[in-house]
């Protein structure tokens, strides 16, 4: 039995105030227990949409769209059959959908979910589930983390959206279950096990309130912002840790709660959540409870949602703290901490409509699926020896370089081709933050510059990244009035440790035009570096700037096979184009839309996914991260692609390799009379690949790992654990 399940009340209403009195009272518990027995039936008798004795009668139920071929049914090992859904992408964004058709009253249900296996998950993209009625549709887009293991999948009801005018969800007419791919290839759905759950009346919105969620740090929390860019804690991120994490010798229920430690001199900590939306909601406004304790009596606690805030104090046993007359706005952020030095201990928080909240912990509806889903994550590092995994550092001082670009569209320093890896930093607090950037082996850094910044501070940067042998590649505000991007170009553009301007980030609608103007700025005043634009991950063709450039972060919600599209769509139109393409990964997470970060194989699979498709250019998007396995993974990428580069930089003809298992991606490069294999599984589960080179050579050199593998002929194989990478070198 999982803690969602110890810990939720059970059945309709649960945790409601009783209601008594003589007959009249007996009369209103009577109809109480007439309507709950009422909705028990509507969402009870919802039945299982996966469940067909034979392909005939999956095929009645269910009707395929957009071209789609239509349903089967198969039995599963352990006597059971479950619902088959089978289809091709043509290619990427293609769309394969099927539609269950029959009524279905879901005014009683509070979420509905299905167990699902998808083979060939690497192809499958976007996910979108839909519920029909006459006058529209609620419909649910997502990300997805899929696999070819069953997972449940839950979708709560009061996160769907509209399309057009849905006229009730007691008039459901048909369940609509819709794919777009990423790549093209056949994909099969096995789903099974389709259940609505009742609608529960202390609904907690608040996604992992009890902190239960598996994982190095409270998944969907963290301490407010991307990763952290504040000193001491960004220079010794376990002091960091302990201070601000998990414990699991404290709870007020389950098994763990978040633990806040602010002492003397150091930086407040705060616990914020990662957003949550509120749509639609037919209240007026909610109340935010949490349970606190605390080392010391009467400790002060702050609790804010929304723009509503609320003070309260924890003792050293626990208690109740309670806001009430929350009016959230679209995207919901819920702040809690204490107000004073002390250690203090958060659980069971909860976010619920007023009238309707309750002491007693209510999961989020979909917390089951997540404790499920991240318990299979995987947060070891890919095989390397430990004189990689222990990193590099970089020591200075920069010398000057002369930055081009050559016909090849290839980014050359003094001549030589430059593979760009760089830490982004959303700002500077103090200028020892370059000094971590540097220890921990970062050749580059990529700083955005405020609209407030003056030309002599951003010199002050660049003066001690100079010092540190770090190049800098200033990211520019938008909001930079235009005379001082005049003033910090013209400044700072014979400087050693300028790498190239980036003069606009995400430009849209008519930004484009004020990024376009920036750019010839740049141009006219510095003809010497190269200058980028970063567009949208909408706007992979175009790019104005000398450089093509995107961002994309989908952890969790999608797989790394997100990024390493987008770099193949960029590098479709800027290799022809000759222009290097560089691409912010994501290396920062428990903030805003990203529930958690990377895992150490995640990230390194968005990197040599990304090199494999044509990437020249690494960021990490944005500060220091949270936990350690991502961090250290960081920092074991800047001893790899440092050696790396030679290889992806050299023009030398290159055999072609081929791979027996399509999920792996691969590409050869020939340098040093050797040929260098770049490999990387794109899916979660494991496989053994085979590769097959055109070569003589008879040993495959696992780089990185300190073995070698018999090659006869150019053959070879390896194993490769979910989203890991290999680097071979046959001579």
């Given at each position: 039995?999982g803690?969602?399940?110890?810990?939720?009340?059970?059945?309709i209403?649960a945790?409601a105030?009783?209601?008594?009195?003589?007959?009249?009272?007996?009369?209103?518990?009577?109809?109480?227990?007439?309507v709950?027995?009422?909705a028990a039936?509507?969402?009870?008798?919802?039945?299982?949409?996966?469940?067909?004795?034979d392909a005939?009668?999956?095929?009645?139920?269910?009707?395929p769209?957009?071209?789609?071929?239509?349903?089967?049914?198969?039995k599963?090992?352990?006597?059971?059959?479950?619902?088959v859904?089978r289809?091709e992408?043509?290619?990427?964004?293609?769309?394969?959908?099927?539609?269950?058709?029959?009524p279905?009253?879901?005014s009683?249900?509070?979420a509905?979910s299905?167990?699902?296996s998808?083979?060939?998950?690497?192809?499958a993209?976007?996910?979108?589930?839909?519920?029909?009625?006459?006058?529209?549709w609620?419909?649910?887009?997502?990300?997805?983390?899929?696999?070819?293991?069953?997972s449940?999948v839950t979708?709560?009801l009061?996160?769907?959206g509209?399309?057009?005018?849905?006229t009730?969800?007691?008039?459901?007419?048909?369940?609509?279950?819709?794919?777009?791919g990423?790549?093209?290839g056949?994909v099969?759905?096995?789903?099974?096990?389709?259940?609505?759950?009742a609608?529960?009346?202390?609904?907690?919105?608040l996604?992992?309130?009890?902190?239960?969620?598996?994982?190095?740090?409270?998944?969907?929390?963290g301490?407010?912002?991307?990763g952290?860019?504040?000193?001491?804690?960004a220079?010794d991120?376990?002091?960091?840790?302990?201070?601000f994490?998990?414990d699991?010798?404290v709870?007020?229920?389950?098994?763990?709660?978040?633990?806040i430690i602010n002492?003397?001199d150091?930086?407040?900590?705060?616990?914020v959540?990662?957003w949550f939306?509120?749509?639609?909601?037919?209240?007026?406004?909610?109340?935010l409870?949490?349970w606190?304790?605390?080392?010391?009596?009467?400790?002060?606690?702050?609790?804010?949602?929304g723009?509503?805030s609320?003070?309260?104090?924890?003792?050293k046993?626990?208690?109740?703290?309670?806001?009430?007359?929350?009016?959230?706005?679209?995207?919901v952020?819920?702040r809690?901490g204490?107000?004073g030095e002390?250690t203090l201990?958060?659980?069971?928080?909860?976010?619920?409509?007023?009238?309707?909240?309750?002491p007693?912990?209510?999961?989020?509806?979909?917390d089951?699926a997540?404790?499920q889903?991240?318990?299979?994550?995987d947060?070891?590092?890919?095989?390397r020896t430990?004189?990689?995994?222990?990193g590099?550092k970089?020591?200075?001082?920069?010398?000057?370089?002369?930055?081009?670009?050559d016909?090849?569209?290839r980014?050359?320093?003094?001549?030589?081709?430059?593979?760009?890896?760089?830490l982004?930093?959303?700002f500077v607090?103090d200028l020892?933050?370059?000094?971590?950037?540097?220890d921990a082996g970062f050749?580059?850094?990529?700083?955005?510059?405020?609209?407030?910044?003056?030309?002599?501070?951003l010199?002050?940067?660049?003066?001690h990244?100079?010092e540190?042998?770090?190049?800098?590649?200033?990211w520019m505000?938008?909001?930079?009035?235009?005379e001082?991007?005049?003033?910090h170009?013209t400044?700072?553009?014979?400087?050693?440790?300028?790498?190239?301007?980036y003069?606009?980030?995400?430009?849209?609608?008519?930004?484009f035009?004020?990024a376009?103007?920036?750019?010839?700025?740049?141009?006219e005043?510095d003809?010497n570096?190269?200058?980028?634009?970063?567009y949208l991950?909408n706007?992979?063709?175009?790019?104005?700037?000398?450089i093509y450039?995107?961002?994309i972060?989908?952890?969790?919600h999608?797989?790394?096979?997100?990024?390493i599209n987008?770099v193949a769509?960029?590098?479709?139109?800027?290799q022809?184009a000759?222009?290097?393409?560089?691409?912010?990964?994501q290396?920062?997470?428990?903030?805003?839309?990203?529930?958690r970060?990377?895992?150490?194989?995640?990230?390194s699979?968005?990197?040599?996914?990304?090199?494999?498709?044509?990437?020249r250019g690494?960021?990490?998007?944005?500060q220091?991260?949270r936990?350690?396995e991502c961090?250290?993974?960081?920092?074991a990428?800047?001893?790899?692609?440092?050696?790396?580069?030679p290889a992806l930089?050299?023009?030398?003809?290159a055999?072609?390799?081929k791979?027996?298992v399509?999920?792996v991606l691969?590409?050869a490069y020939?340098?040093?009379g050797a040929?260098?294999?770049?490999a990387?599984?794109?899916?979660?589960?494991?496989?053994t690949?085979?590769?097959?080179l055109?070569?003589?050579?008879?040993?495959?050199?696992?780089?990185?790992?300190?073995?070698t593998?018999?090659?006869?002929?150019?053959?070879?194989?390896d194993?490769?654990?979910?989203?890991e990478r290999?680097v071979?070198?046959v001579?």
């Amino acid at each position: 039995m999982g803690p969602w399940e110890r810990r939720h009340p059970a059945g309709i209403g649960a945790g409601a105030a009783p209601v008594g009195g003589e007959p009249a009272g007996m009369k209103t518990t009577l109809s109480l227990a007439m309507v709950l027995a009422m909705a028990a039936s509507a969402w009870a008798d919802v039945p299982d949409l996966c469940s067909f004795p034979d392909a005939d009668a999956a095929q009645k139920a269910w009707q395929p769209q957009f071209g789609s071929p239509p349903a089967q049914v198969e039995k599963l090992p352990d006597g059971s059959a479950c619902l088959v859904l089978r289809g091709e992408y043509k290619a990427a964004m293609d769309r394969l959908c099927w539609d269950y058709v029959g009524p279905l009253d879901l005014s009683a249900v509070g979420a509905v979910s299905l167990e699902l296996s998808v083979e060939h998950a690497e192809r499958a993209g976007t996910f979108g589930v839909y519920f029909g009625t006459p006058g529209g549709w609620y419909a649910r887009i997502t990300g997805a983390a899929l696999s070819d293991k069953w997972s449940r999948v839950t979708w709560d009801l009061d996160d769907f959206g509209t399309e057009d005018a849905p006229t009730g969800w007691d008039k459901v007419e048909r369940f609509r279950f819709s794919m777009w791919g990423s790549a093209p290839g056949p994909v099969t759905f096995r789903l099974r096990g389709f259940k609505a759950t009742a609608r529960d009346v202390n609904r907690n919105y608040l996604r992992n309130g009890g902190f239960e969620v598996p994982g190095p740090q409270p998944y969907a929390w963290g301490s407010g912002h991307w990763g952290v860019g504040n000193l001491p804690w960004a220079a010794d991120m376990d002091r960091w840790r302990s201070h601000f994490g998990l414990d699991k010798s404290v709870a007020h229920s389950g098994t763990y709660s978040l633990r806040i430690i602010n002492g003397p001199d150091l930086p407040r900590l705060n616990a914020v959540s990662a957003w949550f939306g509120l749509r639609d909601k037919p209240v007026s406004d909610y109340t935010l409870s949490a349970w606190v304790r605390a080392d010391r009596e009467d400790l002060p606690v702050t609790l804010a949602a929304g723009n509503k805030s609320g003070k309260g104090k924890a003792g050293k046993e626990w208690g109740r703290v309670v806001l009430t007359g929350v009016k959230p706005d679209q995207h919901v952020i819920v702040r809690t901490g204490a107000d004073g030095e002390g250690t203090l201990w958060l659980d069971d928080v909860q976010l619920q409509a007023t009238g309707q909240d309750s002491p007693e912990f209510h999961p989020h509806p979909g917390d089951e699926a997540l404790c499920q889903r991240e318990a299979k994550v995987d947060w070891s590092p890919p095989r390397r020896t430990p004189d990689i995994a222990a990193g590099r550092k970089t020591t200075g001082p920069t010398k000057p370089g002369k930055v081009s670009i050559d016909e090849h569209g290839r980014f050359l320093l003094n001549g030589q081709p430059y593979l760009m890896h760089s830490l982004g930093l959303e700002f500077v607090s103090d200028l020892k933050m370059l000094d971590v950037v540097a220890d921990a082996g970062f050749p580059d850094v990529c700083i955005e510059i405020r609209a407030a910044i003056t030309t002599e501070e951003l010199k002050s940067y660049f003066d001690h990244a100079a010092e540190l042998g770090l190049r800098v590649i200033p990211w520019m505000d938008g909001n930079i009035p235009i005379e001082r991007l005049r003033s910090h170009i013209t400044a700072l553009r014979d400087h050693p440790a300028l790498l190239c301007w980036y003069v606009y980030d995400e430009p849209s609608g008519d930004r484009f035009a004020a990024a376009d103007e920036r750019l010839k700025l740049a141009h006219e005043l510095d003809p010497n570096h190269p200058a980028l634009i970063n567009y949208l991950s909408n706007k992979l063709t175009g790019h104005m700037g000398d450089i093509y450039s995107t961002d994309i972060y989908p952890i969790p919600h999608g797989r790394p096979l997100h990024a390493i599209n987008g770099v193949a769509a960029m590098a479709a139109e800027a290799q022809p184009a000759h222009k290097p393409v560089w691409m912010w990964l994501q290396g920062t997470g428990y903030a805003y839309w990203m529930d958690r970060e990377p895992t150490p194989k995640e990230l390194s699979c968005m990197v040599y996914g990304s090199l494999i498709k044509g990437a020249r250019g690494i960021y990490w998007f944005a500060q220091i991260p949270r936990s350690k396995e991502c961090w250290e993974e960081m920092r074991a990428m800047c001893v790899e692609m440092a050696a790396l580069a030679p290889a992806l930089g050299s023009l030398e003809q290159a055999p072609e390799v081929k791979c027996t298992v399509p999920s792996v991606l691969t590409a050869a490069y020939r340098q040093g009379g050797a040929t260098w294999v770049l490999a990387v599984n794109t899916s979660a589960e494991p496989c053994t690949a085979e590769f097959m080179l055109p070569t003589r050579g008879k040993l495959a050199e696992a780089l990185f790992e300190a073995r070698t593998i018999k090659a006869p002929g150019g053959r070879w194989s390896d194993t490769f654990a979910g989203y890991e990478r290999h680097v071979y070198r046959v001579k």
